[in-house]
């Protein structure tokens, strides 16, 4: 069975910083391309950040400069920081996993987790 868990979401204040952790069980983690997407209420599910197996990475451009994505493949995780949160930074944010990356950019993943919800406060 195919488990995507995140965690290390939270409420923070405006500037600060987060780091969202996603830890994937049931499959090869080391050949699938990750993903984090993030839904604000009200809105479309949007990808934030996406990392291939080889390590290449595309980021949306509004959290370029800002968020970093990586993968520790020997601990099945992917990670998100966050760094100069901003208001509109608030969503539940969301990891996905595939063995295709136009699947991942298009948010087809086959596999996603529950969400983890960030809250910043201006």
């Known amino acids: 069975q195919v488990q995507l868990v995140e965690s290390g979401g939270g409420l923070v204040q405006a500037g600060g910083s987060l780091r969202l952790s996603c830890v994937a069980s049931?499959?090869?983690?080391?050949?699938?391309?990750m993903g984090w997407y993030r839904q604000a209420p009200g809105k479309q599910r949007e990808l934030v950040a996406a990392?291939?197996?080889?390590?290449?990475?595309n980021y949306a451009d509004s959290v370029k400069g800002r968020f970093t994505i990586s993968r520790d493949n020997a601990k099945n995780t992917v990670y998100l920081q966050l760094n100069s949160l901003k208001s509109e930074d608030t969503a539940v944010y969301y990891c996905?996993?595939?063995?295709?990356?136009?699947?991942?950019?298009?948010?087809?993943?086959?596999?996603w987790g529950q969400g983890t919800q960030v809250t910043v406060s201006s």
């Open positions: 996905t996993a595939d063995r295709i990356w136009g699947s991942i950019l298009r948010g087809a993943g086959d596999n």
């Open positions: 990392i291939t197996r080889g390590g290449s990475i």
């Open positions: 049931g499959i090869d983690f080391s050949i699938n391309h």
